[in-house]
């Protein structure tokens, strides 16, 4: 398949000057965002070339514990054959995990001949990372937020120079909110916010905002054929839909993301019907389900399935039958008014997206569009 890597071994020796930093080259920075690049520097301020540690003896060390390992190793072995990014180096690398205010943040910036290129990484595999992305569910703003802002203008400051900057899922959703709530002086100096299937946001006002409507044209928002999660909640009215592979969730993996020429993405002209149908059972549940009713099944189920704040997802899959039997313990630990309200929110969710697809195929019926009905059905039970 023609994706990233495919990039790097046909492109991978053209420079800069003859074919210029375009999506697909922030799409590979946004990437190497998620590698453990932390251990190969101890230094804010110290410069680190990339191809000084993408090694294939680092192969395993970088990719470890990261939710694309397979697709993150070949990356660090085919990044060395290339000449392109021989003069690519990052600073500035900060990794947050705080586990009593509940933030995974991590961000880094590169230095890409005349271009600065800030990168935020998306959900790592801790705990506390994905806790925090259910925390969007239901607070307007959460930590990594706060903290995507702050560093931000903290390397403007430092540089005084145009930038640009970018990430992947919850990465795109910090990219995009740090230039939505930046100053207007470094707003107007952010050449481009590459937003690689980000969610959206709980607060609708944020897509409303002046900052929002005069800087939408620098927002580079892109998402999958069967998009799942750049349609959570409230996002950007311009998405651009990528030519993926993999069956929903896997669509999110931008290893499976298709090029078009050495320049782009390939596009599509719209979503699958799947995704759209989720996108309406998503904008119901958060339009029709109480706020605090969310947060409070959230809560109740962070009570349940993360024993530990400080363990991550390698944790249960190295012991599943150990976090299966946690799970069935603490659910009996809930109160009485808590295993109501439990339940009674998972039958509401499960109401939202039933009655979504009724209407749906009942529309499609009167339609007479019977083919695309099975498919729906298809999709729903495979």
């Not at 790097?8 to 190497?32: C, M, R, T, V, W």
């Not at 690398?93 to 890409?112: D, G, L, R, S």
């Not at 992947?168 to 481009?192: E, F, M, P, Q, W």
């Not at 799970?327 to 039933?354: C, D, G, N, P, W």
């Given at each position: ?147 995507s802002v702050i560093y931000l203008n903290k390397i ?61 044209d620098k927002i580079k928002a892109m998402s999958s ?158």
């Open positions: 398949m023609k994706n990233m890597l495919y990039y790097l071994k046909k492109y991978g020796n053209l420079s800069f000057q003859a074919h210029p930093f375009n999506e697909i080259d922030a799409l590979i920075l946004s990437q190497i965002s998620y590698l453990n690049v932390d251990l190969f520097t101890h230094d804010y301020n110290e410069e680190v070339f990339v191809k000084d540690i993408l090694t294939p003896e680092n192969a395993k060390k970088l990719a470890f514990a990261s939710m694309t390992r397979a697709g993150n190793e070949k990356l660090a072995k085919i990044f060395p054959k290339t000449t392109r990014y021989d003069k690519v180096y990052f600073k500035h690398v900060e990794n947050k995990i705080n586990y009593e205010n509940v933030e995974q943040f991590f961000a880094m910036t590169f230095f890409v001949e005349k271009l600065i290129f800030i990168a935020y990484r998306g959900t790592d595999l801790t705990i506390a990372g994905w806790q925090e992305d259910f925390n969007m569910a239901f607070s307007e703003t959460v930590p990594a937020q706060t903290d403007y400051d430092l540089y005084h120079r145009d930038v640009l900057i970018g990430g992947h899922s919850k990465g795109g959703n910090l990219a995009l909110y740090a230039y939505l709530n930046t100053s207007d002086d470094i707003r107007n100096h952010v050449s481009c916010c590459y937003d690689f299937d980000g969610p959206g946001f709980i607060d609708k006002s944020l897509l409303e905002s002046e900052n929002y409507l005069k800087g939408k054929t069967m998009s799942v999660v750049a349609m959570l909640m409230y996002n950007v009215d311009n998405i651009i839909f990528l030519k993926t592979s993999g069956f929903t969730v896997l669509q999110h993996n931008p290893y499976n993301w298709h090029i078009q020429s050495k320049r782009r993405l390939k596009r599509i002209n719209r979503n699958s019907i799947t995704s759209r149908y989720f996108t309406k059972g998503v904008d119901r549940f958060f339009t029709e389900l109480d706020p605090q009713d969310i947060k409070k099944f959230f809560k109740t189920l962070y009570f349940i399935a993360m024993n530990d704040p400080k363990s991550s997802l390698l944790d249960i899959k190295a012991h599943p039958f150990r976090f299966i039997r946690n799970v069935h313990q603490r659910r009996k630990l809930l109160t009485l008014e808590q295993a109501k309200h439990y339940s009674m929110m998972k039958k509401k969710i499960k109401k939202v997206f039933t009655d979504v697809l009724k209407e749906e195929i009942e529309r499609k019926l009167n339609e007479g569009h019977k083919r695309k009905i099975f498919k729906v059905f298809f999709r729903f039970n495979k």
